[in-house]
């Protein structure tokens, strides 16, 4: 055969073989943040952007996924031995992923997930029933992607935490609601609930710190339309689960997050981040910085805040880190509407 010939022939091999190396080449995807981005309420798709520190990678899932799309509206994202689970409320559906490659590996479905929790050998979701009366606290089978377990419970349950086999989930406040402003306690050994402990209107967040305590937010009860009626929003430290120590915050106040030493607690309220030490009996919290962020998250590796900002609530939103420390700050643009942050280590 020509020389010529063959020379041109492995040419257009070494075109196709690199074409499709760099095709298949992608981040790794298993440490960093993670920006869960609503997207448009209703309509469109949530997203998913990805940070590493330095620069920002918008549509991650879309990008390793053939365009494919999440669905609306994206929650909260958990990695799971070496998966990430991804909760897509309007979309009834938890999105299943490689944590390396972030490509798609199965789905469960879940009417309106919310929110996940896990400890070393049980994963769960937070899920709300169709009406917003009443929601369940669902086991996930990692491997088989099936739940296990639904456990009803009378009301909206939403954000959860986990220490050894206890589980706390805060439960929303609405008409109807046999559970009203209450933190849920079950025993993941029988996935049975054990407790109710009583705290402010519409609890919406919460945390554990370095002596074991819980640190919940409440936003407040709209008693429209005479706002007459409407209560405050509070925070509530939990001890031996009863509500040991609470303070009364402005209306919509939510969002917590704690630092990697346990002492210090950050939290959005009435256009300002603030600092609370757990140390603390006092309510006079220190400013950080303001601003009407939509979320907060705290990196602990780092120790630097996240707060996520909607700008129009329409297109892309913005991030701003600012080290509470020394208030350094950077930026970073994510997808619509920036609803909460993962930190994978």
């Known amino acids: ?11 257009i091999f070494t075109i196709l ?30 997203t998913i952007t990805y940070y590493d520190g330095t620069n920002a990678i918008q549509n991650v899932f ?16 958990i990695k799971f031995n070496d998966k ?42 937070s899920s709300w029933e169709l009406g917003l009366k009443s929601g369940a606290i669902n086991e996930i089978d990692p491997t088989n992607f099936k739940i296990i377990k639904s456990i009803t419970i009378n009301g909206p349950v939403d954000k959860m935490v986990i220490k050894n086999d206890v589980l706390y989930a ?3 406040s609405s008409a109807g609601d046999v559970h009203p402003n209450h933190v849920i306690v079950l025993d993941t050994k029988t996935n049975t609930i054990t407790d109710t402990i009583s705290v402010g ?16 937010i409440c936003s407040h009860f709209g008693t429209w339309p005479d706002p007459n009626l409407a209560t405050a929003g509070s925070m509530h430290r939990i001890s031996g689960n009863t509500s040991v120590f609470n303070y009364t915050l402005p209306k919509d106040s939510k969002g917590i997050a704690i630092d990697e030493t346990g002492e210090y607690i950050y939290y959005l309220s009435d256009g300002k981040v603030m600092q609370h030490a757990v140390s ?23 120790g630097e805040l996240f707060l996520g900002n909607p700008l129009d609530y329409q297109g892309a939103g913005k991030i701003d880190i600012i080290h509470p420390l020394t208030l350094k700050r950077k930026e970073f643009t994510s997808g619509i509407i920036p609803s909460s942050f993962y930190f994978s280590k």
């Open 1 to 11: 055969m020509n020389k010529l010939i063959i020379a041109s022939i492995c040419f």
């Open 17 to 46: 073989a690199c074409s499709k190396d760099e095709n298949s080449v992608s981040n790794n995807y298993a440490t960093g943040t993670f920006v869960v981005n609503e997207g448009p309420f209703q309509t469109g798709t949530g």
């Open 62 to 77: 879309e990008k390793e996924n053939n365009d494919n799309v999440l669905g609306n509206i994206a929650q909260s994202i």
């Open 84 to 125: 990430y689970f991804i909760s897509i409320n309007n979309a009834n559906k938890i999105q299943i992923v490689n944590a390396k490659t972030f490509r798609a590996i199965g789905s469960i479905k879940v009417i309106l997930p919310r929110f996940f929790a896990a400890n070393n050998t049980k994963l769960y979701v």
């Open 170 to 172: 805060t439960i929303g």
């Open 201 to 216: 209107d519409n609890p919406n967040d919460l945390v554990f710190d370095k002596n074991n305590h819980i640190w919940v």
């Open 280 to 302: 603390s009996t006092s309510s006079a919290d220190k400013e950080i910085t303001t601003g009407y962020y939509y979320s907060i998250g705290l990196n602990k590796d780092t």
